[in-house]
């Protein structure tokens, strides 16, 4: 029997900065709900980890009950977690960090470039190539135009 065939793919959304810094309150409400469930299941997962590292040494089976219930609320708390990403997603945004880094896809003079934003920013000021990352963040030319003025003064 043959796969199924994927659906049609979901056309990309593409954010104006204003569209993107209209969109803040929510992403950042999101945001903050991501970055929060990241420490709930990285500190699961050090728990159940620490469970399994002392079940191999012994053979105690409170320990399995342990793991078992360790294991169901990692598996809980990572499903809440991969929910409130694809809400994200859903919105056109992308999570790049667990510390809240998010793009926007953005046309820029005729080109696919990211806006970036990051939990804690205030709004977008920011954009870089697709393949640039955080690294090659560049102020966004209205932002970059005003720093300038303002510094000639």
């Given at each position: 029997?043959?796969?199924?065939?994927?659906t049609?793919?979901?056309?990309?959304?593409?954010?104006?900065?204003?569209?993107a810094?209209?969109?803040?309150?929510?992403?950042?409400?999101?945001?903050?709900?991501?970055?929060?469930?990241?420490?709930?299941?990285?500190?699961?997962?050090?728990?159940?980890?620490?469970?399994?590292?002392?079940?191999?040494?012994?053979?105690?089976?409170?320990?399995?009950?342990?793991?078992?219930?360790?294991?169901?609320?990692?598996?809980?708390?990572?499903?809440?977690?991969?929910?409130?990403?694809?809400?994200?997603?859903?919105?056109g945004?992308?999570?790049?960090?667990?510390?809240?880094?998010?793009?926007?896809?953005?046309?820029?003079?005729?080109?696919?470039?990211?806006?970036?934003?990051?939990?804690?920013e205030?709004?977008?000021?920011?954009?870089?190539?697709?393949?640039?990352?955080?690294a090659?963040?560049?102020?966004?030319?209205?932002?970059?135009?005003?720093?300038?003025?303002?510094?000639?003064?």
């Amino acid at each position: 029997m043959a796969p199924a065939k994927p659906t049609a793919e979901k056309k990309r959304r593409y954010f104006t900065v204003e569209e993107a810094n209209k969109a803040l309150p929510l992403v950042r409400m999101i945001v903050g709900d991501i970055v929060r469930q990241y420490r709930v299941v990285e500190e699961l997962q050090q728990r159940l980890s620490v469970v399994a590292k002392d079940r191999r040494r012994t053979t105690n089976d409170l320990y399995s009950e342990e793991l078992a219930q360790s294991q169901s609320e990692l598996d809980a708390e990572e499903s809440k977690l991969l929910n409130y990403i694809e809400e994200l997603r859903k919105l056109g945004v992308e999570l790049k960090g667990a510390d809240g880094l998010c793009d926007f896809y953005c046309l820029m003079e005729g080109r696919e470039v990211f806006l970036c934003w990051k939990l804690g920013e205030p709004e977008v000021k920011f954009w870089h190539e697709l393949d640039a990352g955080f690294a090659g963040r560049r102020p966004l030319p209205s932002v970059a135009a005003a720093s300038e003025v303002a510094g000639r003064r």
